[in-house]
């Protein structure tokens, strides 16, 4: 599906515009506050894991599409389906981590990066609610892009069922 030049250089900007406060994000929630978060070797090891997790998440998505895609069309844009799969593969990726401590970095302040999740989870739900009531998540019964936002909100409540029900099964073996 050929998008405007607009509706392309709208995305663009965002996607830019995203990187840009990931980066100042990123930043504020370090205590020592560099870009670059500091884990142990365990958190290492795990992360390497929770990647090719997530990684094989991702592909085993993709080959579904693809199959579901040669069996019929499928009544949502293109750029929802496959930011659906990155988001599968973030979501592996990151809930494995949570799952087994090695998503919080050693110079990560908690309370910051969890303030953090919540308002950028917030934010998309926002986004998300206000696309349904103007209109903009459907269109001639094809899901848009919008619902990406969506989506977003629907990994960080899974990222933070996950921080719950790890945090209060680690208290619970204490």
């Not at 593969?89 to 990560?108: C, E, K, P, R």
Request: one cysteine or more.
């Amino acid at each position: 599906m050929a998008r405007s030049g607009a509706e392309a250089i709208g995305i663009l900007t965002g996607v830019v515009v995203g990187v840009i406060c990931s980066l100042f994000i990123l930043r504020s929630i370090n205590k020592n506050h560099k870009l670059r978060t500091e884990y142990d070797e365990m958190q290492k090891r795990v992360r390497g894991e929770a990647y090719m997790y997530g990684f094989f998440a991702l592909v085993f998505y993709e080959a579904l599409l693809g199959l579901a895609e040669i069996i019929t069309k499928l009544p949502v844009d293109p750029l929802v389906l496959h930011f659906m799969g990155i988001l599968i593969g973030v979501t592996v990726q990151a809930g494995y981590s949570i799952w087994h401590d090695a998503y919080v970095g050693l110079n990560t302040q908690t309370n910051r990066f969890l303030i953090t999740m919540v308002v950028i989870g917030g934010i998309n739900l926002f986004v998300a609610i206000m696309a349904w009531i103007d209109g903009r998540m459907l269109k001639d019964g094809i899901l848009q892009t919008p619902f990406i936002n969506f989506m977003v909100f629907v990994v960080f409540l899974i990222l933070g069922i996950i921080g719950l029900v790890k945090k209060t099964t680690a208290r619970e073996e204490d």
